[in-house]
């Protein structure tokens, strides 16, 4: 099973990334995903999720009208599309797939937003 993120780096307050987690080795379109962020000394948290067939989508508060979720069964990848970013949202990016008590995780991807 691999999961591997891309797509970070640094960017400007107020600019867009948008982060791809490619997926392998299961059978991805029956699996949930979520990105999860984590920040220095904070602790890892949920960013977003969709539903294995990507009808319905879940998010953050602090993230609501600026990220969006998203994936492609037949590419078996997920995205975020992240827009207006704010220096809060510096952190490690993670992406994970779930399913029932399975669940995998990527390496993550580093987001600083910085002037």
């Known amino acids: 099973v691999q999961l591997v993120e891309s797509g970070g780096g640094l960017v400007q307050p107020g600019g867009s990334l948008r982060l791809s987690c490619a997926a392998s080795?299961?059978?991805?379109?029956?699996?949930?995903m979520s990105w999860y962020r984590q920040a220095p000394a904070k602790e890892r948290e949920l960013v977003a999720d969709i539903t294995s067939g990507g009808g319905s989508t879940n998010y953050a508060d602090s993230v609501k009208g600026r990220f969006t979720i998203s994936r492609d069964n037949d590419k078996t990848t997920v995205y975020l599309q992240m827009n207006s970013l704010k220096p809060d949202d510096t952190a490690v990016y993670y992406c994970?797939?779930?399913?029932?008590?399975?669940?995998?995780w990527g390496q993550g991807t580093q987001v600083t937003v910085s002037s």
């Open positions: 080795g299961f059978t991805f379109s029956t699996y949930y």
């Open positions: 994970q797939a779930w399913r029932g008590s399975r669940s995998y």
